[in-house]
């Protein structure tokens, strides 16, 4: 599986870095955080996670590319890749998965064959 490319041009939601949200997020586009996060984030396309980001909360989501700290359950639609500076404290459900080296990962994971 080809590792999944960030386009922050085509996001259409930003959480910037010294940004703190409380709160549960929904968009119909792509997402990028590099910021702090306490509640569910829904995305129908992929989501982004940056180095310094800390989320917690269950995130909902096409694709998922982490490279900073998620606590909370995973629900993917299709794939998640987790850098080797990503921490991920929680359950996953996709259907593609890449787990970098180096990378924390504690949780149970459930990968499923795409329809």
Known sequence: M???KININECSLFVTKGTIVNG?????GDIFID???DGAI???GAIYIDTDSIINGDIFCKD??????????????KSIDVASTGRVFGNIHCHELIIDEGAIYRGEI???AVQ
Do not use: A, P, R, W
Request: aromatic share 0%; hydrophobic share 30%.
């Open 2 to 4: 080809k590792k999944k």
């Open 24 to 28: 549960s997020v929904k968009s119909d």
């Open 35 to 37: 910021g702090i996060m």
């Open 42 to 44: 829904n995305g129908q």
């Open 64 to 77: 998922l590319v982490v490279s900073g700290e998620i606590t909370g359950n995973m629900q993917i639609e």
């Open 110 to 112: 459930s990968v499923s």
